[in-house]
């Protein structure tokens, strides 16, 4: 049997988080969620995700500099993830 693919879920509105794994455990993946940088960049090396989703507005390091910390020793795909908006 092949292994689950597992994703990173990093976002720190944790309704947010927690439905997208949903989602994700549905179609039989593996998923960790942490709620800011600094956990991520702790729990990447032990998860050894095949995915990060990565939310761009978090507290303290924002999700531009977790991108590069992780680009540092990984090319795991990453997938930058928003809600702010465009000046309206």
Do not use: H, W
């Not at 989602?23 to 039989?28: I, M």
Request: hydrophobic share 40%; charged share 30%.
């Amino acid at each position: 049997m092949a292994e689950k693919q597992r994703i990173l879920i990093v976002d720190d509105d944790s309704n947010i988080a927690e439905l997208i794994s949903l989602y994700l455990l549905k179609e039989c993946y593996e998923t960790e969620i942490v709620g800011d940088g600094e956990e991520a960049l702790r729990v990447f090396p032990e998860f050894k995700p095949n995915l990060v989703l990565l939310d761009l507005m978090l507290p303290g390091m924002d999700g531009y500099q977790v991108c590069r910390e992780l680009r540092t020793g990984s090319q795991v795909p990453i997938i930058m993830l928003s809600a702010k908006r465009r000046g309206l």
